[in-house]
């Protein structure tokens, strides 16, 4: 059921409202997550309670697949001025709001790269189903009605953070392309010692590669690895025999932590 929340309509499907976390977001209702957002107050509460536990001021906070920039605006809130939050995300239709909702709660530790994060550095399309949504990557969505393509910059992250890798906390989902960034994402790995990954695991749009030697790197790299379940009922540890099983086209959602 809706549970009317004060809201401002700012024009062009946009409303401005205040997260039940705190920040203001701007929020496109023609996006199904925005939607979801604005009737709820949250996302993901599952995730985003273990998220916001585990960031402190001055951490620095990849957001890779920030979308409207939800998990960016928890993360800069609690990070603070001292803090560095990257969010990455490759579909125009989001950046606007996501740099509005930054503004207007001043978050300058907030930087934006609007760029897909893969395996090298190149021009490459994404797919948006409806007026600019949820985008996918892998499988294609051409035989789907109301698909149209766009052409974004495809980067590599390590390209993108330079010298400086110094990461605390990073959340991924991308909706299949997590086997393109993992490379690179084991560089910011091997430059820190403790870490903490979200990660949304769904090896059926991983394009039929095979997920235990991806996901063997987290463990054979000292990550214990965890299940959120959807029920909140509390994270609890999975096996790798037990990542490799799951075929289902329901996702998991990973909690990945190593402690040096």
């Not at 903490?196 to 990550?223: A, Q, S, T």
Request: with cysteine; charged share 20%.
């Amino acid at each position: 059921m809706f549970d009317y929340r004060p809201h401002v309509y700012v024009g062009d499907h946009t409303v401005l409202m205040d997260l039940n976390a705190g920040p203001a977001m701007f929020l496109d209702l023609r996006d199904p997550v925005c939607m979801a957002i604005y009737l709820t107050g949250s996302w993901e509460p599952w995730i985003s309670d273990s998220f916001q536990s585990v960031i402190k001021p001055g951490m620095t906070v990849l957001d890779i697949g920030a979308h409207s920039g939800y998990f960016t605006l928890l993360a800069a809130q609690k990070t603070g001025p001292t803090g560095k939050v990257h969010a990455f995300e490759p579909n125009p239709f989001h950046h606007r709001n996501l740099l509005k909702s930054a503004g207007v709660n001043n978050y300058p530790q907030v930087r934006l790269h609007r760029v897909m994060l893969g395996d090298k550095n190149e021009n490459a399309a994404i797919e948006t189903q409806g007026e600019g949504g949820s985008s996918i990557l892998y499988p294609s969505l051409s035989e789907l009605n109301g698909v149209t393509k766009t052409e974004v910059r495809k980067a590599v992250l390590t390209d993108l953070l330079g010298a400086d890798r110094k990461v605390d906390v990073i959340k991924i989902d991308i909706d299949g392309g997590e086997p393109f960034i993992m490379d690179s994402l084991f560089e910011v790995i091997d430059a820190n010692r403790q870490l903490v990954i979200f990660m949304e695991y769904l090896p059926l749009l991983w394009g039929g590669r095979d997920p235990r030697p991806i996901m063997k790197r987290f463990y054979d790299n000292g990550f214990q690895v965890f299940n959120i379940p959807m029920d909140s009922s509390g994270a609890y540890p999975v096996t790798l025999d037990q990542l490799a099983a799951h075929t289902g086209h329901l996702h998991w959602d990973l909690l990945l932590v190593r402690h040096y």
